[in-house]
């Protein structure tokens, strides 16, 4: 098995998700927008996870690969791949899929509550997140459900925090993906990209917060077993 990654800063990777392919032996690569926008061959992975950046979906003038980005992430719902959207990623995939994103009421920027819904309780993915969790989230954007989605998360700012589509599609406005040991980068690089608000934390709040990454990267790693057995389910089916 094969993971492709769609990387659009220098310090978002896989973080996590990277550990956990290793342990489950998949081969990875990577597009790194940031340096070449190079499109990878459809058929030389079988996921396909699209990573946060400090970009818009609404941003094609200054960043024109946005919009074959998008094409290729709708290309890849449609052949069945599994797609995995984080951040940005997110809200490139929920825009593949036909929805709107737009300007949330207030920017969330740092590590803040995330509520699940009945509709995740008993979904076979979703149902390994509790109730709630503190998560990092550093976003200005939100984004309509996409037709034929599942909302499955919200927090008091943001409608959609999570959704899936069908049995390939799997993404989270939150990251979920960043690893204590990558944390004080991550945080160190937004800085400039904090403003104030009533959901917007310090540098130094955050890392008074970041505790709670491993046991979150510990709740993923069942969220993204779930998903791999769904697809080998449907593989053998």
Same mark, same amino acid.
């Given at each position: 098995?094969?993971?492709?990654?769609?990387?659009?800063?220098?310090?978002? %990777?896989?973080?996590?998700?990277?550990?956990?392919?290793?342990? #489950? #032996?998949?081969?990875?690569?990577?597009?790194?927008?940031?340096?070449?926008?190079?499109?990878?061959? $459809?058929?030389?992975?079988?996921? @396909?996870?699209? =990573?946060?950046?400090?970009?818009?979906?609404?941003?094609?003038?200054?960043?024109?690969?946005?919009?074959?980005?998008?094409?290729?992430?709708?290309?890849?719902?449609?052949?069945?791949?599994?797609?995995?959207?984080?951040?940005?990623?997110?809200?490139?995939?929920?825009?593949? @899929?036909?929805?709107?994103?737009?300007?949330?009421?207030? /920017?969330? +920027?740092?590590?803040?509550?995330?509520?699940?819904?009945?509709?995740?309780?008993? %979904?076979?993915?979703?149902?390994?997140?509790?109730?709630?969790?503190?998560? +990092?989230? +550093?976003?200005?954007?939100?984004?309509? @459900?996409?037709?034929?989605?599942? #909302? +499955? &998360?919200?927090? /008091?700012?943001?409608?959609?925090?999570?959704?899936?589509?069908?049995?390939?599609?799997?993404?989270?406005?939150?990251?979920?993906? *960043?690893?204590?040991? #990558?944390?004080?980068?991550?945080?160190?690089?937004?800085?400039?990209?904090?403003? &104030?608000?009533?959901?917007?934390?310090? /540098?130094?709040? $955050? @890392?008074?917060?970041?505790?709670? =990454? &491993?046991?979150?990267? $510990? *709740?993923?790693?069942?969220?993204?077993?779930?998903? =791999?057995? *769904?697809?080998?389910?449907?593989?053998?089916?």
């Amino acid at each position: 098995m094969h993971i492709h990654s769609f990387q659009h800063d220098h310090f978002e %990777d896989l973080g996590y998700i990277g550990d956990w392919a290793n342990k #489950n #032996n998949f081969t990875t690569s990577v597009t790194r927008f940031d340096i070449n926008p190079q499109l990878p061959n $459809m058929e030389g992975f079988d996921w @396909l996870v699209v =990573l946060g950046g400090k970009m818009g979906v609404n941003d094609s003038s200054e960043y024109p690969w946005i919009t074959e980005e998008i094409a290729f992430i709708r290309q890849a719902v449609e052949k069945g791949k599994t797609v995995i959207g984080i951040c940005l990623g997110s809200q490139l995939v929920a825009s593949a @899929l036909g929805a709107k994103v737009y300007k949330n009421t207030e /920017p969330e +920027m740092g590590f803040w509550p995330v509520t699940f819904l009945p509709t995740a309780s008993i %979904d076979p993915v979703f149902r390994n997140f509790p109730k709630e969790i503190r998560a +990092m989230h +550093m976003h200005f954007d939100t984004f309509t @459900l996409p037709v034929g989605a599942i #909302n +499955m &998360a919200n927090s /008091p700012v943001t409608q959609c925090q999570a959704f899936r589509k069908g049995n390939n599609v799997f993404c989270f406005q939150f990251h979920f993906e *960043i690893t204590p040991q #990558n944390a004080a980068l991550f945080i160190m690089e937004t800085e400039p990209e904090l403003v &104030a608000g009533s959901y917007s934390q310090s /540098p130094d709040q $955050m @890392l008074s917060s970041a505790g709670c =990454l &491993a046991e979150n990267n $510990m *709740i993923f790693e069942k969220v993204l077993d779930q998903v =791999l057995a *769904i697809n080998n389910d449907i593989e053998e089916g």
